[in-house]
């Protein structure tokens, strides 16, 4: 742990669990979260709850109990799941209480354990389901899988696909220009990198272009990014991928 944030310092509910998952305090997340599991709570919050301790856990680098803890859940697409399945807890509520965004963490959860044929056919099966990214909500789930997708073919060196859904989603980003801004999706700190964000998507696609040998193609990513922005000089995120370029091609010379 990087951080001195304990169980004690936040508030007893799930508000505390992702006040410390948001300050790095996994280990303490993942142990409030399981205490509060163990307690009486609405269905739909502690859905939430194993949600977030799945997360944590993951973060820690506790696969197998990740694991066993999304087993729990079952199928996340059962009637069990539904609103309407509680009339009394939620009268007038209808369709899925599972946050789309833990549907997306369930079809990785096969990547963790080196499994990634596995996640990339649950990944696509969900993306089928994906909407046309008119909608702010669609845009988020859509930009989510694909994210999912490019971790997942990093991992599996494929890095001709992850370039192209990299490329996919900054298409997306070109549709929120004129646009109000979102409000981020509901996902526990730290799950995936904010996709409206620029900087963010083309450092991913320079270092994955560096990661595939093409330098030309990283340099010319990272020159984008720097053209986009009014003072890069002072851009923590610039100077990093100056520093990346640099010794990417300092290797190449050698």
Not at 2 to 13: I, K, M, S
Not at 168 to 191: K, R, T, Y
Request: charged share 25%; aromatic share 4%.
């Amino acid at each position: 742990e990087t951080t001195r944030l304990g169980e004690q310092d936040v508030a007893q509910n799930e508000e505390g669990v992702r006040a410390l998952a948001a300050a790095g305090a996994w280990r303490a997340s993942s142990n409030l979260a399981e205490r509060l599991l163990g307690e009486s709570h609405p269905v739909d919050q502690l859905l939430r709850l194993r949600w977030r301790r799945i997360e944590a856990l993951l973060r820690l680098r506790e696969v197998p109990q990740a694991g066993r803890e999304m087993s729990l859940l079952g199928d996340l697409r059962s009637h069990g799941w539904q609103y309407e399945r509680y009339p009394g807890l939620y009268p007038g509520r209808t369709g899925s209480m599972v946050p789309f965004a833990l549907l997306v963490l369930h079809a990785t959860m096969p990547s963790h354990s080196k499994e990634h044929e596995q996640a990339l056919a649950r990944l696509y099966a969900l993306m089928a389901e994906c909407k046309e990214p008119g909608t702010a909500q669609s845009r988020d789930e859509c930009a989510q899988i694909l994210l999912s997708l490019v971790n997942v073919m990093t991992a599996l060196q494929d890095y001709p696909n992850a370039i192209a859904h990299l490329q996919q989603l900054l298409e997306l980003q070109e549709h929120l220009e004129g646009l109000p801004p979102d409000a981020p999706p509901d996902a526990p700190a730290g799950s995936l990198p904010d996709w409206r964000d620029p900087r963010g998507l083309l450092s991913l696609l320079g270092r994955t272009h560096l990661q595939s040998g093409n330098l030309d193609a990283a340099k010319k990513t990272y020159e984008e990014l720097e053209a986009k922005l009014a003072e890069p000089d002072a851009d923590v995120q610039v100077r990093l991928n100056r520093g990346i370029m640099q010794l990417a091609l300092s290797e190449y010379e050698e």
